[in-house]
């Protein structure tokens, strides 16, 4: 399977993580010695299971290193667009690609064990969409204190993973959907439209179980969406905030 890393975010002055990138990418920013984004490098280029390598929203003067052949794309203006082009990169490189493994840049813990774990699993089932979510109290005994935001559910409480596999004519031909996705990400009323209010007030009050869940979204957005309950904190302790910074470069400082 063929990867793509997300790397066109860039803090705005008003976010907290301005004071660290200084205008530039959050991709590049420095953890423990390098940039965060060749810690993800690091680990796929010993996973098995991945080949391709396509990164959205820098390019080649920013000397990136892989084991992997890399290709660059630039930055589209926005997540759906960039994860569009990647993805078309993907399909225009290996016109059979029927899945694409999708990478956020700012997971720097992850291992190549990890990568391989989230194909091999994906694709154990006949899904057009997998969603790593991570329990939390996994991610607490990994990483204490990182603040992560949880969806309570019936006997559990998740957080997103940030390393996907999703099929590509899902990418590429569901242009709306993916819009309505960005666009409800933070915005609870935004939400209830996509899943229906009936979906979203279960799962607020926590009435439906993760399967129930995954059942209810996956009906309303037309799709074969499954949650796939990730092992690995890594896979969602990604960077947003200053103190998930520092506590990331203590984390891999000493590798």
């Not at 290709?71 to 399909?91: C, E, F, L, S």
């Not at 979203?200 to 499954?226: C, H, N, T």
Request: hydrophobic share 40%.
């Amino acid at each position: 399977m063929d990867a793509i890393i997300t790397a066109g975010g860039i803090p705005k002055p008003d976010e907290p993580l301005f004071v660290y990138t200084q205008g530039n990418s959050k991709a590049l920013v420095d953890v423990a010695g390098k940039p965060m984004i060749q810690w993800i490098l690091d680990a796929i280029s010993k996973a098995k299971k991945v080949e391709n390598v396509v990164i959205i929203g820098l390019d080649e003067s920013a000397s990136l290193t892989c084991a992997k052949k890399l290709h660059y794309v630039p930055n589209q203006g926005g997540m759906v667009d960039n994860i569009r082009a990647g993805t078309q990169k993907v399909v225009d490189l290996n016109p059979s690609a029927t899945h694409v493994l999708i990478v956020s840049s700012d997971i720097p813990t992850i291992s190549p064990e990890m990568v391989d774990w989230t194909v091999e699993t994906c694709l154990q089932t006949d899904h057009d969409m997998y969603y790593n979510v991570v329990e939390r109290s996994v991610m607490e005994s990994r990483f204490p204190g990182s603040n992560r935001t949880y969806t309570k559910l019936k006997g559990i409480q998740v957080c997103g993973g940030d390393m996907n596999v999703v099929k590509t004519w899902v990418v590429l031909s569901q242009r709306g959907l993916w819009n309505r996705l960005e666009a409800s990400r933070k915005n609870v009323l935004k939400q209830a439209s996509l899943v229906g209010f009936d979906t979203l007030f279960m799962i607020l009050f926590r009435l439906v179980d993760l399967a129930g869940a995954e059942k209810q979204v996956s009906k309303r957005m037309g799709l074969k969406a499954r949650a796939v309950m990730c092992p690995y904190a890594e896979i969602g302790m990604d960077v947003d905030k200053p103190n998930q910074l520092e506590m990331l470069r203590a984390d891999l400082s000493g590798k």
